[in-house]
């Protein structure tokens, strides 16, 4: 079963990029990492999703180094409704399930 | 909104009680997802679905929990016996699903379960 580790919460200020990194051993080689925010009282929202190196899209950067153990999800100059929970997603294959594991979350809090 | 539909969107029942949810995917997603939060944690998976097939299903899934999707769109998750240490966020998510592993799962807004 994939472990992934995130920092618990991070604080930022508006117009600061912000860097989120998570730590996941195991991940299958087929296997893509996803991450997702999550505002309260709603389900999770896709942000981005990459194999490895660099992805970019509209909203955030994503950078996978070559072992694949870690992700880092970056959100250039952020704002106050960029506050919300944000989940790292991989797949780990257990066997013959195949356990998708979301990270424990990290709280980002954007301060004025 | 994601497209994706639960019902209820709360649900209040007494311990030993069964529930089903229902969840309406994106209607040209193959992939359906059912997922469990509770305050503070991320989402545990519980199952998914290749169409009407069910695919997955986690070691933790107790035997109480049961999953269909009989024609491959609409999916049911019902909790029989439920307990108090079931309640929870229940999520679903669908997805186009296909060969490659990239898959974005896009939620619903999910049922509360509260079981006294």
């Not at chain 2, 679903?92 to 079981?115: M, Y």
Request: with cysteine; glycine share 8%; charged share 20%.
């Amino acid at each position: 079963l994939a472990k992934t580790t995130q920092p618990i919460s991070m604080d930022s200020y508006e117009g600061q990029e912000v860097n989120i990194t998570c730590s996941h051993n195991n991940i299958a080689t087929n296997d893509y990492i996803t991450w997702y925010q999550q505002f309260p009282s709603q389900g999770p929202r896709f942000i981005i999703q990459g194999y490895k190196t660099k992805v970019t899209n509209e909203v955030a950067s994503l950078f996978i180094p070559a072992d694949r153990k870690s992700s880092t999800l970056s959100l250039p100059r952020v704002s106050l409704s960029d506050t919300a929970v944000y989940y790292c997603l991989v797949g780990d294959m257990d066997g013959s399930a195949r356990q998708l594991t979301f990270g424990s979350g990290t709280q980002l809090t954007v301060l004025p | 909104d994601t497209g994706v539909s639960q019902d209820p969107r709360h649900k209040i029942t007494k311990r030993g009680q069964n529930v089903t949810f229902r969840c309406d995917p994106i209607s040209e997603h193959n992939r359906l997802y059912w997922y469990r939060q509770t305050l503070g944690q991320g989402p545990e998976f519980l199952t998914y679905f290749q169409n009407e097939a069910q695919l997955e299903k986690s070691r933790l899934l107790s035997d109480r929990f049961s999953a269909e999707r009989p024609k491959g769109s609409f999916s049911t998750l019902e909790i029989q016996r439920t307990e108090q240490g079931d309640s929870a966020m229940y999520l679903c998510a669908s997805s186009l699903g296909g060969d490659s592993a990239a898959d974005e799962q896009f939620f619903g807004p999910g049922t509360r379960l509260t079981v006294l």
